[in-house]
Structure formats: structure tokens, C-alpha cells
């Protein structure tokens, strides 16, 4: 009987290995991105880690710190009650149990306020500011006079980095990480004329630099790039937009910056196609959905359609499919798990999330 079931036991483990082999053959990277928990929430992050993101075969997790953790050599930038290191390891460890990668986010470059809200990195440090004549408090919604969606930190200051990359260490080696996303998406404010570094430069020599900086710091460390793909997109000649693509002449940066940043794509209006350009500029990519759940998964489809098309030098830059989540992760896994909220989620994310969860299992 004892030979039975270890022979059962080995024959299961090969067949899961060769299921293992084939999904990553389809689809190498089959990731999740979403806001760090909060710290009453690690345990309940870590049960849905293991229930539900690890049995469907997500083999990466982004996860948006920001200031959400007790940075140590910039205590000023903590949020009020943040992750500790302990609560790191504990969702590293999860991670590391499931051959999950772990990667950690902090938004870089743009996205340093929202709506009325100044971020940690502008508040501590005013002077970093792009266009400090611009206030937040101005916010109306958008569009506004004020051109405001998100204030920009200025990648010239001469003081920047030094915040930046302590900030950029510490996260990597708290969740024990091998790569960092820096975020860049919907850069609006960049070289702007009252700038008296950036003034009159060329935005995507900008954009390009600041990306190239913060890659290098990561090489230096031995760990890869990931950022959102949208700045390096012409949102005028593709029709994309100034969201989903840029009016504000960054694009041109695709060609400037290193080969070997991962670029994750996103679009959540339709399954645009953009990812194969990506791809044919010699840049490593994934596809990117959010809350509909056709798109979602006719974007993974579409990624194993190209990959299975493509010339190989090209097919192996189409790596696979992140999808994204943009709620605290306590407001969505309420709502993913059924439970009474006050603020349950109703755009669709819950439900694409599941259909994207069970298209991952049936690879």
C-alpha cells in the first residue's frame, strides 16, 4: 500500500510539473499587482496568497508600497502605523513558499500627490517639486486650469536621488526582492518652464534619463527594472491618449532607455496591441488589465496568440500578463471574499480578477 501511494504521490508531482512547464511555456509571466496591505491585513493578504493567487499559477506579485512601510534611514516619509520589516518577511515568506516573485513598488518620478493630497517624498522634501507654483490644494478634479492630475518630483535636483535610492534600497531589502517597479505612469508634469533645472530640455531626454538613473542604481544591486509602459507611447499617432499614451513628447524615450526594463502595458478600455511594439523595440513586456473582465482575458489570449506568431527574437520579449488591481487591497478582498463592506468595490475589478485567476488555471 506504501508503494502505491508513493508511486501516486511521484506521479502526481510529475504531473504537475509538466503542467507548471507547459503554462510557462505559454505564458511566462502570469502576475498580480495591487497596494500593499495594510498592517492589520498581512495575515488576510497572505491567506489569498495561498488560497487563491498561489493554486492559479501567479509566479509574480507587485506590491505598492509607497510609504506604506518603516523606512528606517528616511523616517519622515513613513505613513502613520506602516508595515514593519517582520510584516515584510512574513509576505516574503509566503512568496518564496509558492515561487511567487515578489516585487515591490514605489512610485517614482510622477504620481507624488493625489487629488488634494501632497505624497510623503514633496511634503518632506519641497524643494524636489517640478512646478511648486502649482498647489495641490487647487485640485478641482480634471480637467482644471492647472493641468493638475499628479505632481512630478524633478529627476535634475541635485539632492533627489539621494533621498530616492535610500528609499529604493531599503524596500528592495525589506521584502528581500530581486527586482523594484518605480511606477513613471501618467507623467503630466515634466521640463516645465518655471523648472530652472528642467526648463527648455527635451521631455523625453528627461524621461529617459531619470529611467536610466534609477535602472542603474537596480543593475548596480543586481536587480531589474519594471516601470508602466504608457510614457513611451505617442498617444496622438496610435490614438491612445494622453492617459493611456502621452501628448507631452516622452514617448521618443523608448529608444533611449535600457533594454532590459521590464515594460508592463497596460490598457483597460480595449485589448490594444501595443505590447508587439514593445516587443519589436527590443523591450521585454507583459499586458496589463483591470476591471473588465473580457478585455482581461482576450489580452492574455492575445499575448499567447503573439507569442506562438512571433519570430523568436520577438517572442521572447512577450513575456505574459499582469493584472492590476487599484483599491486598497482591504476594500478589494472584502469584496472579493463576499464580505459586508461599507465601500464594496462595483467597477468590474473583483469580477475580472476571478476571471483572470480561473484563465490562469486552465492554461
Known amino acids: 500500500m506504501k508503494k502505491i501511494s508513493a508511486f501516486l504521490f511521484v506521479f502526481a508531482a510529475l504531473h504537475f510539473s509538466a503542467a507548471a512547464q507547459e503554462s510557462d511555456s505559454m505564458l511566462p509571466i502570469r502576475g498580480f499587482a495591487i497596494e500593499a496591505p495594510a498592517r492589520t491585513g498581512v495575515e488576510e493578504f497572505i491567506r489569498f496568497i495561498d488560497d487563491d493567487l ?10 505598492r508600497v509607497d510609504w506604506n512601510y518603516d523606512y528606517r534611514k528616511h523616517p519622515e516619509l513613513r505613513d502613520e ?18 515561487g511567487i516573485r515578489l516585487v515591490p513598488q514605489v512610485n517614482l518620478l510622477g504620481h507624488q500627490s493625489w487629488a488634494k493630497e501632497t505624497h510623503a517624498l514633496l511634503r518632506e522634501y519641497p524643494q524636489f517639486d517640478e512646478n ?42 525589506a521584502f528581500q526582492a530581486d527586482a523594484f517597479h518605480a511606477g513613471m505612469d501618467e507623467v503630466f508634469y515634466i521640463g516645465e518652464d518655471e523648472c530652472p ?12 534619463g531619470e529611467v536610466t538613473a534609477i535602472h542603474d542604481h537596480l543593475a548596480s544591486k543586481g536587480r ?3 516601470i508602466w509602459g504608457d ?29 532590459d526594463i521590464l515594460i508592463c502595458d497596460w490598457h483597460y478600455e480595449r485589448a490594444d496591441l501595443s505590447a508587439v511594439y514593445f516587443a519589436m523595440k527590443g523591450l521585454p513586456v507583459v499586458s496589463c488589465g483591470h476591471r473588465d473582465a473580457d478585455i482581461s482575458v482576450q489580452q492574455i489570449k492575445d499575448m499567447i496568440k503573439f507569442r ?23 476594500q ?29 488555471r486552465e492554461l
Open 54 to 63: 498561489a493554486p492559479a499559477g501567479i509566479n509574480l506579485l507587485i506590491l
Open 81 to 98: 502605523n506602516p508595515l514593519t520589516k517582520a510584516d515584510a518577511e512574513k509576505l516574503a515568506a509566503a512568496c518564496r513558499r509558492h
Open 132 to 173: 511648486p507654483s502649482v498647489k495641490t490644494e487647487y485640485y478641482t478634479g480634471w480637467p482644471n486650469p492647472y493641468g493638475l492630475y499628479c505632481k512630478s518630483y524633478c529627476p535634475l535636483h541635485p539632492d533627489v536621488h539621494k533621498v530616492v535610492f535610500d528609499v529604493v534600497d531599503e524596500i528592495c531589502d
Open 197 to 208: 533645472r528642467c526648463h527648455g530640455k527635451d521631455r523625453s531626454e528627461l524621461f529617459a
Open 224 to 226: 531589474q527594472m519594471m
Open 231 to 259: 510614457r513611451l507611447l505617442d498617444g496622438r499617432t496610435t490614438g491612445l491618449g494622453e492617459w493611456e499614451a502621452s501628448y507631452n513628447d516622452t514617448w521618443r524615450a523608448i529608444d533611449m532607455i535600457p533594454k
Open 308 to 330: 506562438g506568431q512571433a519570430p523568436e527574437e520577438t517572442a521572447g520579449n512577450l513575456q505574459g500578463y499582469i493584472h492590476t488591481i487599484w483599491s486598497s487591497a482591504g
Open 332 to 360: 478589494f478582498l472584502r469584496s472579493y471574499y463576499g464580505e459586508e463592506s461599507a465601500y464594496p468595490l462595483r467597477n468590474g475589478s473583483v469580477e475580472a480578477a476571478k476571471a483572470v485567476l480561473q484563465c490562469f
